[in-house]
């Protein structure tokens, strides 16, 4: 009998321990964002030749944003919108990936957290292990776009009906719009897969087709990975696995980004 009520207890026990640990590690996780569960996933599609050859991907936990950034949230760290299409409840857009990674770094400072970029133009990298704000990296993008470890296999994010999940272009086209008005996916991420195109950090090259961890795509590059579609594109451009490529230089009117920031206690490689 001693046997068995100490077995309680010490089950009893184990739970409270992980419950606590679950909510101080939830208590880490800003407003805003949500936690993507690191673990493993099939990345690219047979659909078109640069989203080839599909390929495992392990990606570390991070955390990313539940809404693309919008222009009142830009404006609030550099003093400016560039946006093509204005509505300070709206995206950012009109935005080049140098902008993005401004906007990262000053914004990691005003919290008070380690910037994750240095150096500057193509000689720009990234410390992953930082606590700052940053572009996803085009895996984190994926993964997080297909719902993580809750995924379930969708064309879209969160659907495979465009129109419950994308802001994307119909013959009755409404434009841009406020974040959040079309469902979420299986994490809670809102517009992954429409409104504005999302910067990431990679430069675009072709997939290795090998099984990687937590790849940062090519050494060097001279177009960035952007991923999503938008508002001014056809539903078969906002499939999750859609690759895009952008001049970092260039500011387009259907380009925005989100911003994530790598897991507590994560170990990460500066690329």
């Not at 050859?53 to 809404?67: A, Q, T, W």
Request: aromatic share 12%.
């Amino acid at each position: 009998m001693k046997n068995v009520k100490f077995s309680i207890v010490y089950v009893l026990a184990l739970v409270l321990i992980v419950s606590l640990n679950a909510n101080l590690f939830a208590q880490d996780v800003p407003d805003g964002f949500v936690l993507v569960d690191g673990g493993k996933f099939v990345m690219g599609s047979n659909e078109e030749e640069r989203e080839q050859p599909i390929h495992e991907v392990y990606v570390n936990s991070f955390m990313i944003g539940k809404y693309e950034v919008t222009q009142a949230e830009y404006k609030k760290v550099l003093k400016n919108n560039p946006s093509m299409y204005k509505g300070d409840d709206k995206p950012v857009n009109n935005i080049s990936w140098y902008q993005a990674t401004k906007y990262c770094n000053k914004r990691s400072k005003m919290e008070g957290l380690t910037p994750c970029y240095t150096g500057v133009g193509e000689d720009i990298k990234c410390d992953f292990s930082a606590n700052g704000y940053r572009l996803p990296t085009e895996a984190e993008w994926e993964f997080a776009a297909k719902g993580g470890l809750k995924g379930k296999g969708f064309i879209y994010a969160g659907s495979d009906n465009p129109d419950e999940v994308a802001v994307y272009n119909k013959k009755l086209n409404t434009g841009l719009q406020v974040p959040g008005t079309k469902k979420p996916n299986e994490l809670g991420l809102y517009d992954m897969c429409g409104n504005v195109r999302e910067l990431c950090w990679d430069w675009f090259g072709k997939y290795k087709g090998i099984a990687e961890n937590n790849p940062t795509g090519p050494k060097t590059g001279d177009m960035r990975i952007e991923r999503g579609g938008s508002w001014k594109h056809d539903e078969y451009f906002a499939r999750v696995s859609a690759r895009f490529f952008h001049d970092p230089i260039f500011n387009y009117g259907s380009v925005g980004f989100r911003v994530v920031r790598t897991a507590p206690k994560q170990d990460a490689a500066t690329e």
